[in-house]
């Protein structure tokens, strides 16, 4: 799998994550509808499907997958709660995408 689709791939599971859990935030913090809850679900189980579909090592997706992750909520913050990122915030997006790249196309032999 190339580097770019690895990306994209992490980065639509992050997206996908992400709704399933705001959802339901949104039922119970700021009491929208219950009926919030069915595309959480859809939302968590597409997430579930999505890191299936790595090609590599299931404990190194998991690592990796982290630092991409920690990239699309601080992109959550600011475009979904209007909160601009702090320069640490990028600084930390920019070290745990860092991370992610290291643990997934660092060479490996077998």
Do not use: Q
């Amino acid at each position: 799998m190339t580097e770019l689709k690895t990306v994209g791939l992490f980065a639509l599971t992050a997206l996908a994550e992400i709704i399933g859990c705001y959802l339901p935030y949104l039922w119970l913090r700021e009491g929208k509808s219950i009926w919030l809850l069915i595309p959480a679900v859809l939302s968590l189980a597409a997430f579930v499907w999505l890191l299936t579909l790595h090609p590599t090592a299931v404990g190194r997706v998991y690592a990796a997958y982290g630092g991409v992750y920690v990239v699309m909520a601080i992109l959550w913050l600011w475009t979904v709660n209007g909160i601009r990122p702090t320069t640490w915030d990028v600084i930390g997006s920019i070290v745990a995408l860092l991370g992610m790249a290291i643990i997934m196309f660092a060479p490996r032999s077998g």
